[in-house]
């Protein structure tokens, strides 16, 4: 028996089995996209996606506490809230601020229920200079 994939698709009772082949595809495309943006950072760019790697490392060593949730851009001067995640579990609500010149302070939120009214406690200070550096040519 011997039959062509034409003719198993001008069969109308293989017809459903081919619909139902195109939206699992499609399913776990949208499955794939969506564990993606999870990740706890947006990344636009190959260099972004280095830079964020980068900076939730710092802020790690910072903080003892691994980073539950990073801001998309980490922009220079601005206060970009975060959410830590401490060993025993708990999720603390912070913020990191990065500066031109290569340091970054991390701040846990103690108070207030808006931006505009937050409290901060200063958790500590790193350096991150070297990732500014322009990305290698190397090809993955």
Not at 95 to 102: I, K, L, R, S, T
Not at 113 to 131: P, Q, T, V
Request: with cysteine.
């Amino acid at each position: 028996m011997n039959t062509s994939v034409n003719e198993l698709l001008s069969n109308p009772a293989f017809r459903p089995l081919v619909l139902l082949d195109v939206l699992a595809v499609f399913l776990m495309i949208i499955c794939l996209v969506f564990r993606r943006m999870r990740k706890g950072y947006y990344v636009e760019q190959a260099n972004d996606a280095r830079k964020a790697t980068m900076l939730n490392i710092a802020v790690r060593n910072v903080t003892g506490m691994g980073v539950y949730s990073a801001p998309g851009y980490w922009d220079n001067g601005d206060l970009n809230l975060c959410r830590f995640e401490r060993a025993n579990g708990d999720i603390v609500p912070g913020a990191v601020e990065a500066d031109g010149e290569g340091g970054l302070r991390v701040y846990e939120i103690t108070g207030g229920s808006h931006r505009s009214d937050f409290s901060y406690r200063l958790l500590g200070e790193a350096e991150y200079k070297e990732i500014w550096k322009k990305p290698s040519r190397r090809r993955f």
